[in-house]
């Protein structure tokens, strides 16, 4: 990503759109105000990107980036919050939109909302290894919906193929709604399940035997948007074949794991 850390300043690499002419690139100190405390410096360098506003305000930052062929593939980037409301994302102001594009194909489209008034950089991985050696236009864009101000501010975009544990249940989000197969399979007794949710969803994964009774429920309840796992301990039940669904938000998807004692 070219200046991703918005160091060189404006007008390299990043396209800026603000309708009321504001400033999207710049140093802690252009970004001053008595009304954000604690104030926000940059989490490397000087400059970072700030998206959102108020008074209707649209803005955005953007570019188009050849990704890499290695996979996995993950778009990283640094955010903190500073904002006059603690409305959730259907509140008084929409959020900062997230797109990806490909060849004008829009790919992903969902909402970083940090209304808990986040005050420390965090990192926040997108997921993109479904179009890893393409060409995508990434796009962050925040809408204002009325007088409320709220601001999303961004640094250290980057690519990366690597992601922790812990920073994935915290931070990456997917590009679609999806099973992933278990592992280890066979196991003997415990595997681990993945899933990912593209929004908050009441979401169930359960598992039955080869005659459709249920013989575990892994998880039924809402779950934030992101990558999640659950593990099974099948040590009370026999050797065979086996099958995991998750259902939620209109999607059903079921897999075939093998038990081996």
Known sequence: IVNGNFDLGRNNGWTEYSKGGFTLIGTGALFASTDITPPVTPHSGQYMGRIGGFSYEICSLSQTVTLPTTTPLYLKLYVQDRNSTTSECGGLWVGAQIRVFVAGQKIYDTYLCLYNQLETWTPVYFDLTAVAGQSVQ????ADAANSVWSFLYIDDVSLTNQI????KEKGLLPIKFELQQNYPNPFNPITKIEFSLLKQEQVSLR?????????ATLVNEVLPAGIHSRTWNAADVASGVYFFRLQGGGFIETKKLVLMK
């Open 164 to 167: 922790t544990d812990v920073e």
């Open 138 to 141: 990434i796009i962050f864009q």
């Open 207 to 215: 598992i039955f035997n080869s005659i459709g009774d249920e013989v």
